[in-house]
């Protein structure tokens, strides 16, 4: 059985990757030190619902589907943690499960993911720079060193682009330059220092694919919403994580849990802020493309991750009319934003090669945010309204 290696593998994308893999009969192992977990603790900021440790979420799924996911609990930005993971003996110490062989892919999302948590106070910037550049570097070196076969899969982010006032094309642009041309990546000016990280990410990748002809996907991700997959249906209690505060939460998923709590969406600022938004379902079908077709060795191959742009004002509406199907009154308002961002812009970006590699995206439909809200609603009892706008509190 072909080998999938997850980094991250407890979070929001990772979770649901690695039981998407195993349901394809990959032999998945996933890796994680609880960093979000662990940062939520610190804020006092809840899930809506309670999510089993990786121990139990891999027993729930052996039950559930009869296939074993690995687990290993260890921190990535230690270089020889992530080197254990390519060697038998390394292996078999940090993992649940015996050595299934080197990896075909490493998918890597072993990331802070947070905008406003990357910038909270210094200690908050100074972990999620330090973490996000020293996984990545730790990873490139060990692929380069001990599996140069293995292709990685990285989750990068359409942040990374920012919002110029020109089209986003997919990771790469030919520029003429006083009669001469080359191939550069896209400029890149992301709006936090957790963007910022991933547009390191980027560059680091995109050296050693040079230096050392390592083959690379680097997947520039939306915003992604959503709770419930396809294995998820198995048991309810196999669902990512799903926050809704400030630090944590994605736009959409937050207004839901806003509209079922009864608390006015909060848009930030004019609510003009366009993104590329996408389902959790599609993100599965994307990884499992790039992963399916691999770069060529001494490729960075960028794909623009995204089903469809909605601004910021656009899907306040769009979950204001959810809540009406459900007999909810939703308010809006307009919050200043506690970001640097534009928010009126132009925003065009190409994203077909996904879709060319055979991926059938699931546009946002009133039965996807009905679903969505009817979850939230049943589980209304656990929202605490106040960790919503947890810095105004
Ligand atoms: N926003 C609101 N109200 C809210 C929350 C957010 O108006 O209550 C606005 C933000 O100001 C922003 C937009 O919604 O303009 C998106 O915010 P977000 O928190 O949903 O997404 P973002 O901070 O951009 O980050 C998220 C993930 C990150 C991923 C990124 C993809 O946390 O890991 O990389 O989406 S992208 O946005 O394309 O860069």
């Known amino acids: 059985m072909a080998h999938i290696l997850i980094l991250g ?62 687990y290993a609990i260890a921190d990535l930005a230690d270089p020889e943690n992530m080197r254990a993971l390519f060697c038998q003996e390394g292996y078999e110490k940090l993992c649940s499960t ?26 908050t910037t100074d972990l999620t720079v330090t973490n996000n550049l020293r996984v990545t570097t730790s990873l490139l070196c060990a692929i380069r060193d001990l599996s140069p076969e293995t292709q990685i899969v990285h989750i990068g982010t359409m942040g990374e ?22 191939k550069f990546l896209f400029p890149r000016q992301a709006s936090s220092v957790y963007h910022t990280t991933k547009i390191m990410d980027t ?45 944590f939460g994605t736009v959409l998923n937050r207004f839901i849990v806003q509209a079922a709590a009864g608390y006015p969406l909060t848009v930030y600022g004019k609510g003009g802020q366009t993104r590329g938004f996408i389902n959790i379902i599609d993100t599965l079908q994307c990884v499992e493309a790039a992963v399916r077709h691999p770069a060529n060795a001494g490729e960075l191959r960028v794909f623009n991750q995204i089903t469809e742009t909605f601004s910021v004002a656009e899907l306040a509406a769009l979950v204001r009319q959810a809540g009406s199907r459900a007999g909810i009154e939703v308010a809006v308002q307009h919050v200043p934003n506690p970001r640097t961002e534009a928010e009126e812009h132009y925003y065009n970006p190409v994203y077909r090669a996904l879709q060319d590699l055979g991926v059938k995206p699931h546009p946002l439909d009133d039965a996807t945010l009905d679903k969505m809200l009817a979850v939230a609603l049943r589980n209304r009892h656990s929202i605490r309204p106040e960790t919503i706008m947890s810095q105004q509190r």
């Open 9 to 70: 593998g407890d979070g929001y994308i990772g979770w649901p990757v690695a039981m998407h893999f195993s349901a394809l009969g990959y032999s998945v192992t996933v890796v994680d030190n609880y960093l979000r977990r662990e940062q939520c603790r610190r804020l006092n900021l809840d899930f809506l619902y309670p999510v089993p440790l990786l121990p139990q979420r891999t027993a729930l799924w052996r039950t559930a589907s009869g296939q074993n996911i690995g």
């Open 98 to 123: 015996p050595w299934p062989g080197q990896p075909v892919a490493v998918l890597h999302f072993a990331e802070q993911p947070s905008a406003p948590f990357s910038q909270l106070d210094y200690r």
């Open 161 to 182: 682009y920012g919002t110029p006032n020109i089209d986003i094309e997919e990771g790469w642009i030919e520029i003429e330059h006083k009669g001469r041309k080359d």
């Open 203 to 247: 560059d680091l990748m995109w050296f050693f694919v040079r230096a050392y002809g390592l083959a690379v996907t680097d997947l520039m991700q939306g915003p992604v919403y959503g709770i419930d997959t396809a294995e998820t249906a198995l048991d309810s209690r196999l669902r990512p994580f799903f926050n809704y505060d400030d630090q």
